[in-house]
């Protein structure tokens, strides 16, 4: 059988030798990596307000201890009434614009399009591209905020013009624990003070069968070199049960996702995930870990705003918005984007950070 060929035919002048063409291959696109954790996750739950700010009510039920007897006539015990407040969110506004000018067309090379016969850019191509660019730019902005919620309990607004912390809001500390993973003979114990901790602090009345931890490389990589981890590793590639030690094809279960990005171990009850940096961005501190409880009701949710436009007034948000505007002289098109959008935690309580005594310790967001 013959072997086939790849002929490219797409040729170009030599920039250094004008009287020469000079072949031309596919382009190499290079992208940053960004995964988006958060949303394969499934854990935050998307609400799209009409105001850009809003009202949550906040209802601390109050239960009496186990009812005393009474003698037959005597009057009752008396239910204390539940206390009822409202927490006031404000969303922030995180805008980008960009412009496309005559410069950015005439005469550029458009290598992707040099196989369809056509080497130049056309204003359409253009203006693809930037909104791709914003596009990938809300989706992370909404990918970082959501990590940082997690790991302070603020709102992400990085300038300040929105600054509220929810452990502060709920009057509740965080949960900070001391995992020695690498002395410790088994970190049974530790794991399962970890999760008491999120059964004892629901406070929802919701009975909680799976949790996770997002935990940073040297956190995960404790976890798996852990001695007794490692016998338990051992056996099931005994057994014939593919495990970390042979496999990465480890995606994230239950959502379809079956890819070698995010390594995971299942333990105790609780499915530990790497989270490595990506695009420069750390999204877990070194020696880090955070444990949180899967499928409570509403207890993460992201909240979307309108932009400040007439057409938008009193209307459901979006979780991305774009504008084009030409100017009448023809020399230049403006495009304005934003997105608007406030992560939240109904119960910061319900996230225990766990680290390695020589990992990085965690600032307490609030002491009561």
């Known amino acids: 059988m013959s072997e086939q060929k790849f002929l490219s035919k797409a040729l170009a002048f030599d920039p250094a030798n004008a009287n020469q063409r000079i072949e031309i291959t596919p382009a190499i696109n290079l992208v940053p990596n960004r995964y988006f954790l958060m949303d394969q996750l499934g854990m935050f739950r998307d609400v799209f307000l009409t105001q850009k700010h809003a009202l949550v009510p906040v209802y601390n039920e109050v239960l009496p201890g186990a009812l005393q007897d009474y003698n037959w006539g005597e009057k009752s015990q008396t239910l204390s009434p539940d206390n009822k407040r409202y927490m006031r969110i404000d969303v922030p506004h995180f805008p980008a614009s960009y412009a496309i000018t005559p410069q950015d067309v005439e005469g550029i090379a458009s290598w992707a399009q040099v196989y369809q016969g056509n080497d130049l850019q056309t204003i359409d191509m253009v203006r693809e591209m930037k909104l791709a660019k914003a596009r990938k730019a809300h989706a992370w902005v909404r990918e970082v905020s959501r990590f940082n919620l997690v790991t302070t309990g603020s709102v992400y607004a990085p300038r300040g013009t929105v600054t509220q912390n929810f452990y502060q809001e709920f009057g509740v500390a965080r949960t900070q624990l001391v995992t ?9 114990a530790q794991v399962n003070q970890v999760v008491a901790a999120l059964q004892d602090n629901l406070q929802s009345g919701e009975i909680v069968s799976r949790f996770i931890a997002l935990c940073s490389p040297s956190y995960f990589q404790a976890l798996i070199n852990n001695a007794y981890i490692t016998d338990i590793l051992k056996a099931q590639l005994a057994g014939g049960v593919s495990n970390l030690l042979l496999n990465r094809q480890v995606g994230l279960p239950g959502t379809g996702n079956e890819s070698p990005v995010y390594r ?13 940096p990506q695009a420069g961005t750390t999204f877990i501190p070194d020696g880090q870990a955070y444990f949180m409880p899967v499928g409570v009701d509403d207890l993460f949710t992201t909240y979307y705003a309108t932009p400040n436009k007439f057409a938008t007034v009193n209307t459901a948000a979006q979780a991305s918005y774009a504008w084009e505007f030409r100017d ?15 992560n939240f935690v109904s119960r910061p309580q319900e996230i225990v950070v766990a680290y390695l005594p020589s990992g990085t310790v965690p600032v307490q967001p609030y002491t009561p």
Request: aromatic share 10%.
């Open 180 to 188: 020695d993973l690498a002395t410790s003979t088994t970190p049974d």
């Open 264 to 276: 995971n171990f299942e333990y105790q009850g609780v499915t530990f995930y790497e989270v490595r």
């Open 328 to 342: 009448p002289k023809d020399e230049i098109i403006e495009v304005e984007t934003e997105t608007n959008l406030l």
